[in-house]
C-alpha cells in the first residue's frame, strides 16, 4: 500500500504463496518448549479466560483445542513446524489455558481393539477422494 509505508496492514497470510511470517517469528526466536510434549499429546483448551495479550497464533491454536486435539494435528491444520506448535502450547500451558495428557497407549496403541466408526469414517472418506 503507498500510504502504509512500515506495512502494518499487509495480510499474515496470502492464499498463494501461503504464510508470510517465518516460524522464529511467531516463536519469538524460542526453539525449545519449556513443556514435554510429543507428536500424539492430546491437548484440550481448559476455558480459562486469558489476561494480557498472545498473538493471533496463540489464538488460533487455542481455537482449535476446544475439542481434544493432538500436537500433529494442530500443526497440520495451522500449516506450521511442530516445534513451533509446542512453543506456543507450552505459552498455553503456562497461562493455564490448556491442558495436555499423553497419548494412552492402552487404549489407542497396537493391542487396543480397532475403532470401527473410525475406519468406516476413514474408508468413506478416501472412497470420496477417488
Known amino acids: 500500500m503507498p500510504d502504509d509505508p512500515g506495512g502494518a496492514h499487509r495480510p499474515l497470510l496470502d492464499d498463494v504463496l501461503g504464510r508470510m511470517v517465518r516460524p522464529y517469528t511467531v516463536s519469538e526466536g524460542r526453539t525449545r518448549p519449556t513443556c514435554h510434549f510429543d507428536l500424539m499429546t492430546m491437548v484440550v483448551a481448559t476455558g480459562v479466560t486469558l489476561r494480557g495479550t498472545l498473538g493471533l497464533d496463540h489464538a488460533r491454536v487455542l481455537e482449535l483445542c476446544r475439542t481434544p486435539v493432538s500436537v500433529a494435528e494442530i500443526a497440520g ?44 469414517a476413514l474408508r468413506d472418506g478416501l472412497l470420496k477422494r477417488l
Open 77 to 120: 491444520r495451522t500449516r506450521m513446524p511442530a516445534t513451533v506448535i509446542k512453543v506456543l502450547l507450552s505459552d498455553l500451558v503456562e497461562r493455564d489455558a490448556v491442558v495436555a495428557r499423553p497419548f494412552n497407549l492402552a487404549t489407542h496403541g497396537p493391542t487396543a481393539a480397532p475403532d470401527l466408526d473410525l475406519l468406516e
